[in-house]
T-cell receptor, first 115, second 116 residues
């Protein structure tokens, strides 16, 4: 069965500093990978996704993620965080077979931004 | 911009009572999902519909939970009777179903359920 691990439960960074959120997955083949962001009390918004091709993908709000097959990782990065980036971030995978697009999520990383 | 609608946004109920949540997916999205998100965890799939048919309900506690999507558009998730452990955020999502599949699921704002 596929699984996703986000080893950092909570990360605190200063505004303007760089950010990297870790995500490791376990799956028999290359899965399709996603990062979602969730503000308090809200639903999830897609930041970016990886299906194939260039392993460095760009997303919204200045985020990017790099797929590394050898490390089974899909880490999220941002060069300079803003106070509005404070939220919960979820990595997710899916086998993306037609008719079965079930997402398996990690437990999330809560990001706190300090002035 | 089209959005997934959910209601109510918040629901407080007492254990053993019945509760129902409603979801209206983005127009044209054939696939609809209900997820449960317990505080401090990631969402977990409860049930997936393709049009009006259930594709996956393996994680749905069928003794107390039911879900329907009668006309293949909006959907209702019901819990009867509610238990303390059902307190969670219930998220609805929808996606286009196609042979290539974009994989992108669009989420609604969720319903926060508190069982007292």
């Amino acid at each position: 069965a596929q699984s996703v691990t986000q080893p950092d439960i909570h990360i605190t960074v200063s505004e303007g500093a760089s950010l990297e959120l870790r995500c490791n997955y376990s799956y028999g083949a290359t899965p399709y990978l996603f990062w979602y962001v969730q503000s308090p009390g809200q639903g999830l918004q897609l930041l970016l996704k990886y299906f194939s091709g260039d392993t460095l993908v760009q997303g919204i709000k200045g985020f990017e993620a790099e797929f590394k097959r050898s490390q089974s990782s899909f880490n999220l990065r941002k060069p300079s965080v803003h106070w509005s980036d404070a939220a919960e971030y979820f990595c997710a995978v899916t086998p993306l077979n037609f008719g079965n697009e079930k997402l398996t999520f990690g437990t999330g990383t809560r990001l706190t931004i300090i002035p | 911009e089209a959005e997934v609608a959910q209601s109510p946004r918040y629901k407080i109920t007492e254990k053993s009572q019945a509760v129902a949540f409603w979801c209206d997916p983005i127009s044209g999205h054939a696939t609809l999902y209900w997820y449960r998100q317990i505080l401090g965890q990631g969402p977990e799939l409860l049930v997936q519909f393709q049009d009006e048919s259930v594709v996956d309900d393996s994680q749905l506690p069928k003794d107390r939970f039911s879900a329907e999507r009668l006309k293949g558009v909006d959907s209702t998730l019901k819990i009867q009777p509610a238990e303390l452990g059902d307190s969670a955020m219930y998220l609805c999502a929808s996606s286009l179903a196609s042979a290539s599949g974009s994989g992108e699921q669009f989420f609604g704002p969720g319903t926060r359920l508190t069982v007292l």
